[in-house]
């Protein structure tokens, strides 16, 4: 196979991303089978959800920072590799919470060596003077992913149990090592005179990326949050509404989540015709408002708490690709693996934090059973994401 390069090569490692995200919320698709089946409290499952942001956080620094010096294209390697190996130990080895743990925070890991250096790699090899388009389009493709791995989880788990369900997905990281392999021509990095290995003091001294930075930190919270708890949400809501436990509450955390593509697309071209800082302060307080809210629907028709679900996931990625591409923009070239770097660290460091938050709440009022529960639940998802617009507000401001 020939190495692609331009559109084609954005196309192509945007699937590979894909690729490497199927079996990611395997865990929390089958988050109530887990805890009945692994006896384990919610914040027990808060912490298996989140646990892979953790293996992320502690691993992208490195990673990225290594991208400054070596291809970005070996990073993704190893990580499709260990991506792979991660996934399917999950499957047949993980049977409660430390096990579960483990092979979860491995995954993270695996994560962190693909999905920024894949990134890493179409910016390396984009001509273009404005390159938040193709960034844009490949952070908004995780929103793809992830409804992809809700829905492959719930209807493989339904046909063959979650052990062969979540190996079979491990098939598609390996695809992602395979395209890496074949489509993406090899490429040192520009030598960057003068920068160390894990120096990371040019990001912080750099007010304007920082801003961009501590709003994805927010961004990460919110979102990781909600997809770790929103299958359990929507069967709390079915099971209010008399439905019987929310049979689709899968299919529809995967339609969730793919409005995310669209909506991470529109918001980053909304933020270049009307200025990316106070775009993404409208759209991120619009989504901490809803957020807010949402906790006190479950008693409504389910019909309407679905339909108000889906407006939300419209608010909460709408921001995603403007993010990213206001942080690579504003980086300083010769550290923009490290920018990227600390980016990717602090959003994973508070997605690690928000499962883990929402099930602490859950816990303290009362369990999944009880609507003060999951009104507790989404408050401090919602203050989690108020803390985004106001870092862009105090640091965005050019001096």
């Known amino acids: 196979m020939k190495p692609l390069s331009g559109r084609a090569l954005v196309l192509a490692m945007a699937i590979g991303e894909v690729g490497t995200l199927l079996p990611n919320l395997a865990f929390a698709a089958l988050t109530p089978l887990f805890i009945a089946e692994w006896q384990i409290s919610n914040a027990e499952a808060g912490w298996i959800a989140g646990i892979s942001a953790f293996g992320y956080m502690a691993a992208v620094p490195i990673l990225m920072s290594l991208t400054d010096r070596i291809d970005a294209r070996r990073v993704f390697l190893a990580g499709a590799a260990l991506t792979v190996f991660s996934h399917l130990g999950f499957a047949a080895a993980a049977h409660g919470f430390w096990t579960g743990l483990f092979w979860r925070g491995l995954s993270g890991i695996g994560l962190a060596g693909t999905y920024m250096p894949g990134l890493k790699i179409l910016t390396d090899r984009d001509t273009a003077a404005d ?168 008693g409504l028709p389910y019909a309407v708490v679905v339909g108000l679900i889906l407006v939300y996931a419209v608010t909460l990625t709408a921001d995603s690709g403007a993010l990213t591409a206001g942080a690579v923009a504003t980086a300083a070239p010769e550290a923009q693996g490290a920018t990227i770097a600390v980016h990717s660290s602090v959003g994973f460091a508070a997605a690690f934090l928000g499962p883990l938050a929402v099930g602490i709440a859950l816990d303290a009022g009362g369990g999944q059973g009880a609507p003060m529960a999951w009104a507790m639940a989404f408050i401090v998802i919602a203050l989690g994401a108020a803390l985004g617009p106001l870092a862009l507000w105090l640091l965005g401001r050019e001096r």
């Not at 955390?253 to 697309?265: D, H, T």
């Open 131 to 298: 390159k938040s388009r193709s960034v844009s389009f490949y952070t908004a493709t995780y929103s793809v992913g992830v409804s992809l791995s809700y829905l492959l989880t719930g209807l493989l788990t339904a046909a063959y149990g979650w052990q062969i369900g979540i190996g079979l997905l491990a098939l598609g990281p390996l695809a992602a090592l395979l395209i890496a392999s074949f489509a993406v021509a090899p490429k040192a990095p520009a030598p960057a005179e003068g920068h160390r290995l894990l120096n990371f003091r040019p990001v912080f001294a750099n007010r304007r990326a920082l801003a961009y930075i501590l709003a994805y930190g927010a961004h990460g919270f919110e979102l990781t949050a909600v997809r770790a708890w929103l299958v359990a949400f929507l069967a709390f809501a079915a099971l209010r509404a008399g439905m019987g436990g929310g049979h689709s509450a899968t299919a529809i955390a995967a339609l969730f989540s793919v409005i995310g593509l669209p909506a991470s697309v529109l918001g980053n071209e909304l933020a270049l015709r009307f200025g990316r800082r106070l775009v993404l302060i409208a759209i991120m307080s619009v989504s901490a408002a809803t957020a807010a809210g949402l906790g006190f629907v479950a």
